[in-house]
């Protein structure tokens, strides 16, 4: 298969993702808070504009990837859209103020909405570990993620804008490992010497 031909594939599928996730998942779970859905409901275009962020961010991923070449335009501009949108989300999101949930597992429950919020903090966070990914070793990234989402937590309860929850925690570590992960098989699959293909 050719490279054009995968990278529209590519495309299509970033473009079933995107609409999928920010269509069924992300929008429609944040737009149960009550702060978060008047702050979206100020630009008449936040779902689309979502959908086409989330759209160019996996299909620019999978031609970086393909063509084996970074660039630090992507990084800078993904990251610093991608860092916005979760202060946003984690900041104004929370329906309850300066408490405490010490449940670890309070999200295995037979609960759509509870599983897909869930699966949310942990999405949310895949991005992040993908970030560390980049120049820590293992040691480094359990300590700086876990601060940093600690940190979070702490930031919510202390300044009354949202819950310390460490079912949180625990979701949004998992998210950063996954991205920890998936940005050490990019790494090692970009520095292999690509494969020559035979010409008959």
């Not at 804008?161 to 570590?173: E, K, R, Y």
Request: aromatic share 20%; glycine share 4%.
């Amino acid at each position: 298969m050719s490279r054009s031909i995968r990278s529209i594939l590519a495309f299509i599928v970033s473009t079933i993702l995107g609409f999928g996730v920010i269509q069924y998942l992300a929008y429609s779970t944040l737009l149960q808070y009550e702060r978060f859905a008047n702050v979206m409901n100020r630009f008449d275009y936040t779902k689309e504009t979502l959908m086409v962020f989330v759209i160019l961010s996996l299909w620019l991923l999978y031609l970086q990837v393909e063509f084996r070449h970074f660039s630090l335009v992507y990084l800078y501009l993904f990251y610093s859209v991608y860092l916005f949108l979760l202060f946003v989300v984690l900041f104004t999101k929370a329906p309850e103020y300066h408490t405490f949930n010490a449940d670890l597992f309070d999200f295995l429950v037979w609960d759509r909405a509870t599983l897909i919020e869930a699966f949310l903090n942990l999405a949310y966070f895949i991005p992040l570990g993908g970030l560390y990914g980049l120049r820590v070793n293992w040691v480094e990234f359990i300590l700086i993620s876990l601060l940093t989402i600690t940190g979070i937590e702490t930031i919510q309860y202390v300044f009354y804008i949202g819950t310390f929850s460490v079912s949180d925690i625990l979701l949004n570590f998992l998210g950063c490992l996954v991205g920890y992960s998936i940005c050490l098989m990019i790494r090692r699959y970009m520095n292999k010497k690509p494969v020559v293909e035979r010409v008959n």
